[in-house]
Each structure stands twice: as C-alpha cells, then as structure tokens.
C-alpha cells in the first residue's frame, strides 16, 4: 500500500478534532489526496454503532460489548473506506484508532491494552497508523475544556477518575510506542499547535519519498 494513515490522538479537551480538521483544510489546499474520517463512524453502519456506544441512555453497557462494538466500527470503516483509498495511494487523516481502544477500554476499563489490541487485530487485519501525533496536554487543561462543552456523550459523562486514569495511559503508551507516536504540545494556541502537526506531517511525507 502506497497511502499513509495519519492519525490524531489525545485526551478529551485536547482540541484534537478542531486541529485535524485545520490540518485537513491546510493540506487539501496545498494539492494532497487527502481524506478524514473519525472514529467510531465514517461510514453509514458505523454511525449507527457509534450511535449506540456513545448514547446516554446506554449506561448498561458493559465494557467487553463496548470494546467489541470499537472494532466492529472499525472493522467496517477500514474494510469500506481506509483500505481502498490507502491501496490507491491516498492519505488519510483519522480522529481516533486502535489506540483510544488501547486506552479507553483497555486502561480505563480495566480490560487489559494486549486484550484489546489483539481484538483489534482481528478486526482491522494489516491495516496499522504510519504515524500518530499525541495531542499532549495538561490534564487540568483539558478537564477544564471538556467542562465547557455542555453537550456531552455517555464516554465523556464518566467521572474525573476515569479521564485520569485514561490520560495516565496516553503517558504511559506514548513511551511505550515512543517510535511510532509523536508528542505535539497541545497547552499551546490552537494555530501553533495547527502549524507543528503540519510540520511533522510533511517532514514525514518528505522523509516517506
């Protein structure tokens, strides 16, 4: 495969989402093939798992059929769009991947990261992130921000300790795979954090030639 899979993590607050769209809007202007999704969804049945996982009235849910609903979403966003644009040569931009799995229910839930990749795994077969850029910030920060955004889904409705036992994952995963993910300091202004990911993004483009 010739395309390459860029993916955006980091904590709720993090400002994740509206610096990949700004990436995304940057790069489609300089002339890239270029493509986003976010997970879960991007495409019609993995909004409607989405739906489910993310729905309030959900809190029955237990943390095995949230995990196995993560990578069925997966499974058909890779099988329908990731893998056929990746074989024609295009570059993709993804709000989440396997590692918020890793994270969200293998740390945060307690169901162990190498059960939840392998879970993955079976779901996404080959398909892996080129690179990865952590949105790392400080988590009062990103406390604070999520505070603000009064309309939340049943994952960001979990109490603090969880959001803190998830951004101690992000840390600790982050070294873990330290070379396959990028830090970029997301404490600073929204543009310089916009401008560092898009330095990185084309120093590996250059780099991938």
């Given at each position: 495969?010739?395309?390459?899979?860029?993916?955006?993590?980091?904590?709720?607050?993090?400002?994740?989402?509206?610096?990949?769209?700004?990436?995304?809007?940057?790069?489609?202007?300089?002339?890239?093939?270029?493509?986003?999704?976010?997970?879960?969804g991007g495409t019609d049945i993995s909004e409607k798992i989405r739906e489910i996982i993310l729905d309030?009235?959900n809190i029955e849910m237990n943390s095995r059929c949230e995990a196995l609903l993560y990578a069925a979403?997966?499974?058909?966003?890779?099988?329908?769009?990731?893998?056929?644009?990746?074989?024609?040569?295009?570059?993709?931009?993804?709000?989440?991947?396997?590692?918020?799995?890793?994270?969200?229910?293998?740390?945060?839930?307690?169901?162990g990261v190498d059960e939840v990749k392998n879970i993955n795994d079976f779901a996404i077969g080959e398909?892996?992130?080129?690179?990865?850029?952590?949105?790392?910030?400080?988590?009062?920060?990103?406390?604070?921000?999520?505070?603000?955004?009064?309309?939340?889904?049943?994952?960001?409705?979990?109490?603090?300790?969880?959001?803190?036992?998830?951004?101690?994952?992000?840390?600790?995963?982050?070294?873990?795979?330290?070379?396959?993910?990028?830090?970029?300091?997301?404490?600073?202004?929204?543009?310089?954090?916009?401008?560092?990911?898009?330095?990185?993004?084309?120093?590996?483009?250059?780099?991938?030639?």
């Open positions: 495969m010739n395309g390459l899979l860029i993916v955006f993590e980091g904590p709720d607050g993090s400002g994740k989402t509206t610096v990949l769209e700004k990436v995304y809007n940057k790069l489609l202007e300089d002339g890239y093939d270029i493509y986003k999704f976010r997970e879960p309030n009235e979403s997966r499974a058909q966003l890779v099988g329908e769009k990731l893998r056929p644009l990746l074989e024609k040569g295009s570059i993709i931009l993804c709000d989440r991947f396997v590692l918020s799995s890793m994270l969200y229910q293998g740390i945060g839930r307690g169901l398909i892996r992130a080129d690179l990865t850029l952590f949105l790392n910030i400080d988590y009062k920060t990103a406390i604070d921000r999520k505070r603000k955004n009064f309309i939340s889904d049943r994952l960001e409705n979990e109490d603090d300790s969880f959001h803190k036992k998830t951004y101690d994952g992000y840390i600790e995963l982050s070294k873990r795979f330290k070379d396959e993910i990028i830090s970029i300091d997301a404490n600073k202004s929204i543009d310089t954090v916009v401008d560092n990911c898009l330095a990185t993004i084309k120093t590996y483009l250059k780099e991938k030639k």
